[in-house]
């Protein structure tokens, strides 16, 4: 007994025309689904590059304070160490 004479009958044998359709709507159902689902990673995506982007802008801008805020600092050091006008 060989493999195909164990395949060939069931190959035989008619598929009934439900099972065929249920077959092909659940195929067609997980292909939608896959399609949803990969736009939804997409959209995901490109917003965690937007947030990626705006959190380097946000860095840029903290160093950029910090570095007014020394300035700020030694500006007010000089006046505060500077005599007063008018002073004798």
């Given at each position: 007994?060989?493999?195909?004479?164990?395949?060939?009958?069931?190959?035989?044998?008619?598929?009934?025309?439900?099972?065929?359709?249920?077959?092909?709507?659940q195929?067609?159902?997980?292909?939608?689904w896959?399609?949803?689902?990969?736009?939804?990673?997409?959209?995901?995506?490109?917003?965690?590059v937007?947030?990626?982007?705006?959190?380097?802008?946000?860095?840029?801008?903290?160093?950029?304070?910090?570095?007014?805020?020394?300035?700020?600092?030694?500006?007010?050091?000089?006046?505060?160490?500077?005599?007063?006008?008018?002073?004798?």
């Amino acid at each position: 007994m060989t493999l195909s004479d164990i395949v060939q009958p069931a190959l035989d044998r008619k598929l009934p025309a439900a099972l065929v359709a249920a077959f092909l709507l659940q195929t067609a159902g997980a292909l939608f689904w896959a399609g949803s689902a990969a736009e939804r990673i997409a959209t995901l995506e490109r917003s965690t590059v937007a947030d990626q982007q705006a959190l380097a802008r946000v860095a840029v801008l903290e160093s950029q304070i910090a570095t007014i805020r020394a300035s700020l600092d030694r500006i007010e050091t000089k006046l505060d160490t500077r005599p007063a006008r008018g002073a004798p």
